[in-house]
């Protein structure tokens, strides 16, 4: 039994939908942002290793998480180290039509 066996439909979706992200966040510019988000002090050490919670509290749609946290330089939710950043928030139309075109 090959490895692709083993993985998901679920797990191969992600797997492109990331890839697609990868291609994308390059083409992504300056012109292309809605405004930051300050996180700071006790909160920021809240969020210490999940940015990704963070980002849900201020209600970031789930499949555009991966692409802000990779624009503000991060690999991961996990990379965040609890300092204070003002992080970088993507237009959500951007976002969609990209997320769109992955899904066409």
């Not at 002090?41 to 919670?53: C, H, I, N, R």
């Not at 692409?67 to 180290?81: A, C, E, K, W």
Request: charged letters at 30%.
């Amino acid at each position: 039994m090959a490895i692709q066996d083993k993985i998901s439909f679920d797990d191969m979706l992600t797997k492109n939908i990331i890839l697609n992200w990868e291609n994308v966040i390059p083409k992504i510019t300056d012109d292309d942002l809605l405004g930051t988000i300050k996180l700071e002090g006790v909160e920021a050490k809240k969020y210490m290793f999940d940015l990704e919670g963070f980002l849900i509290t201020r209600n970031i749609v789930k499949e555009f998480i991966y692409p802000i946290i990779r624009i503000n330089g991060f690999y991961s939710s996990t990379d965040y180290d609890g300092k204070d950043i003002e992080l970088k928030i993507i237009d959500a139309g951007i976002l969609t039509k990209y997320y769109t075109l992955f899904n066409d």
